[in-house]
Every structure is written in structure tokens, then in C-alpha cells.
């Protein structure tokens, strides 16, 4: 292997961000990944029949300028998928609650709260040090927050979002008007990760744990599992919070101080394939949300129909055995475990932030600055696939910056 100029560790969205822009700067990237293959959050897997289906992240808009900016770099552009309309559904346990979208919603909310709320509509509407649960609670009254939009919110990071800053749930962004509204890649998303890191310039150690980060002979030295060490001048961190604070602590001991109080949460994802006609009492859905459960969400791959399957991928709360995963995807749709094709599932640790997180994160910035140090992942500015990209821009940026 040639001596890199940059070793990135993780080979999600951030990590292959990060890599594809140093690799387009000129520089010889080497990235590192404990998992067999590459994508982290952006894992599309494949039944038998080779019907694809994701793990993990699945919407993308034209509003991700960023993440677009990346897919043509990469020759993508011109093979964007459109998802279908987005059709949001609730479930009662084992029950479809008839209807859909905002009208389900008001359906499920009740009236009488709801007008006693209609007074704040008009009052500070400020996001600033305002909880997900503190700030939407003022709109629908709390036990409408608490039983029915509180698990529909949750269900966007796949985690109790209630403690949230409320700021970092939803963003507007301008829109490119040349690029389709909501956007897929045929195989998925986990594409857009392999393309960026197929990049002229780019090597990826797949299944190689990085265990210590030091101090090399005038670069940094990253360790791996097996007791290579490999030297870079530059390095990024594109792991979870938790990974940073062992990663980072001889080197830069204050980014691990302050990523040590970012909390995290465990989600499993499990997905699968089911022959169309197996699960016609389910009707066409994006978003199923339960009121109460074990999971906070299934998606599905309805926004991309295929005339003989159908797909749905269930995000668990922690504490779940496998067995109890299929058992319970299997009562809601009304199948058997045989006819669930192509099961999968990823653990992920995603990020669970807290009032206080953008003071964190300033102290992280103002600990990397004048260092060739990068760190990045889904726990910044926002969890969603354009927040990763953008951090992971800046990051590079501010390296390249340097030179």
C-alpha cells in the first residue's frame, strides 16, 4: 500500500463524504471499516430474488444540495429513481387504523385538546431552547403529543426524539428545481456510498477494526485490530460519538471530552421481502407508526413498486431478541416467517442529542481548529444523510485550508 495522505475511519456517508473530496483535492485516501462492507446508515440490502430494499436511511430530497452535488461528481445524476407520493399510516397493535396522512392525524387527536392549543398558534413560535416534546406539545396539547404525535416524531430519527433540541428535527433548505423532488438510486441508497468511495484515489479496508489513534512519526498513527499501523498526515473520525471518545483521547483529549456528553441510542433494524400477494391486506404505505410497540417504525418500499414483491423494514427499540423481531413483524403484516424473503437486520448506534448539544459541538470545533484532525458522522448539525454530507464538506475544507 502506498503511504496515504488521509486515513479515514468509517465508511458511512460522512467517511465516503469526507474521502470523495479529499480524493477530488488530489490526495490518496485510505478508509477503514470494521463492518464487511461499506454504508453504515445507507445499507440497501438485497433479497435472493434480487429485489433491493434499505436498512437504513431511504428519503432524499432535492433539497440535499450537498449529497447531490456528490451523485454528480460520481455520474449519478442521470440515474435518479422518483419515490412515489408519501402516504403516512398509524397502527393500533396488530390493527391498521383506517385512513392516512394529516387527516389520520387529526383523526387521532383529540378535539377538545386540540382547540384549548389553538391559542399558542399565535404566539412565540421560536425553536430556540425549545425540547422536540416542550415545542410541538404547545401545538397539540400534551396527551395529544404524548399518544399520537410524539410517536409519529420519534419515528423520524427511530428513536424517542421527545428530549431533542427542537431545532435539529427539521431543516429548510433551498431546492434544486433540475432534480426530481424525493429521489432513490436503483440498488438504493448504499450505491451512493459505493460510487463515492470508488473513486480514482480511494482504498477501502473493509472488516478492519481501528483501535488506537497516537502519534506517529511526525503523522498520526491509526492501529488496527490485527496490529497494522497505518500513518497519515490527515485523519477523520466518521464513527459515532462514543468511538471518537476512545479514538481521540490521546490526541485531542478535549473533542473527547465534550463528545463524551452526547448521548446515544441502539436501534435494529430488520427488513425483509414479501410476494405482493401475501400482503394484500396491507395497503400502499410509506410510513407505518405504532401507537405503542416494540418497533418506532416499519418502512416500506412502496415508493418504488415492483410487480411481485413488496418490502418492509422494522425499527426496533433496544432489548429485542431476533426471534421476537421476526415473531412481531410477522403479526402485523399477517404473514408467516417463511414467506419473509431476504431478512436482514443492522444494529446502528445513532446519535440522541440533548438542550446544550450545539454548545458541545462548538467546543469540539473550537478543540480541531489548526489541527489536521477531522471529525465528523450524524452527530453535528442533524442526522439526516444532507447533515453528514455538509459536515463532512466543511471538515475537508477546513483541512485543505491549511495547506
Not at 127 to 142: D, E, I, L, M
Not at 261 to 290: C, H, Q, W
Amino acid at each position: 500500500m502506498t503511504k496515504p495522505d488521509v486515513l479515514v475511519i468509517g465508511g458511512g456517508i460522512s467517511g465516503a463524504s469526507f474521502a470523495y473530496h479529499a480524493a477530488r483535492s488530489g490526495r490518496k485516501v485510505v478508509v477503514i471499516d470494521k463492518a464487511a462492507a461499506v454504508g453504515g446508515c445507507l445499507t440497501s440490502s438485497h433479497s435472493p430474488a434480487g429485489y433491493w430494499y434499505e436498512l437504513g436511511g431511504h428519503t432524499c430530497y432535492n433539497s440535499y444540495g450537498a449529497f447531490i452535488e456528490i451523485l454528480e461528481g460520481c455520474g449519478l445524476l442521470d440515474k435518479l429513481q422518483p419515490r412515489g407520493k408519501s402516504v403516512l399510516r398509524f397502527l393500533r397493535g396488530d390493527e391498521l387504523i383506517a385512513g392516512k396522512n394529516l387527516w389520520l392525524l387529526i383523526k387521532l387527536f383529540s378535539k377538545f385538546e386540540l382547540l384549548r392549543a389553538l391559542p399558542r398558534w399565535f404566539g412565540n413560535k421560536s425553536q430556540a431552547g425549545q425540547t422536540v416534546r416542550s415545542y410541538y406539545s404547545r401545538f397539540v396539547g400534551p396527551k395529544n403529543y404524548d399518544r399520537v404525535l410524539g410517536p409519529m416524531l420519534s419515528a423520524v430519527p427511530s428513536q424517542d426524539a421527545h428530549d431533542f433540541p427542537a431545532d435539529m428535527l427539521f431543516k429548510k433548505r433551498e431546492r434544486r428545481q433540475d432534480v426530481m423532488r424525493s429521489f432513490t438510486l436503483p440498488g438504493g441508497l448504499g450505491t451512493a456510498v459505493a460510487a463515492a468511495l470508488g473513486q480514482p484515489g480511494i482504498e477501502v479496508l473493509s472488516g478492519r477494526r481501528a483501535t488506537s489513534l497516537g502519534k506517529g512519526t511526525g503523522d498520526f498513527a491509526v492501529t488496527l485490530e490485527d496490529g497494522t499501523v497505518l500513518e497519515a498526515p490527515v485523519v477523520a473520525l466518521a464513527v459515532p460519538p462514543s468511538v471518537a471518545v476512545a479514538l481521540a483521547g490521546e490526541v485531542t483529549p478535549a473533542v473527547a471530552h465534550s463528545a463524551r456528553d452526547i448521548l446515544e441510542a441502539e436501534i435494529t433494524s430488520f427488513g425483509f421481502a414479501v410476494r405482493k400477494d401475501k400482503v394484500e391486506n396491507i395497503p400502499y404505505s410509506t410510513f407505518m407508526i405504532p401507537l405503542d410497540d416494540t418497533f418506532h417504525s416499519v418502512v416500506t418500499r412502496d415508493v418504488v413498486p415492483d410487480d411481485e414483491w413488496r418490502a418492509f423494514t422494522f425499527h426496533f427499540r433496544p432489548g429485542t431478541s431476533e426471534e421476537q423481531r421476526k415473531t412481531r413483524a410477522a403479526q402485523v403484516l399477517g404473514v408467516s416467517e417463511e414467506d419473509m424473503e431476504g431478512m436482514s437486520q443492522r444494529t446502528a448506534i445513532l446519535p440522541s442529542p440533548r438542550l446544550g448539544h450545539h454548545e458541545l459541538i462548538a467546543c469540539i470545533d473550537d478543540s480541531l481548529r489548526g489541527g489536521r484532525l477531522a471529525v465528523t458522522g450524524n452527530w453535528f448539525d442533524g442526522l439526516s444523510i444532507e447533515d453528514c454530507v455538509l459536515r463532512s464538506r466543511a471538515e475537508w475544507q477546513r483541512i485543505s485550508d491549511m495547506d
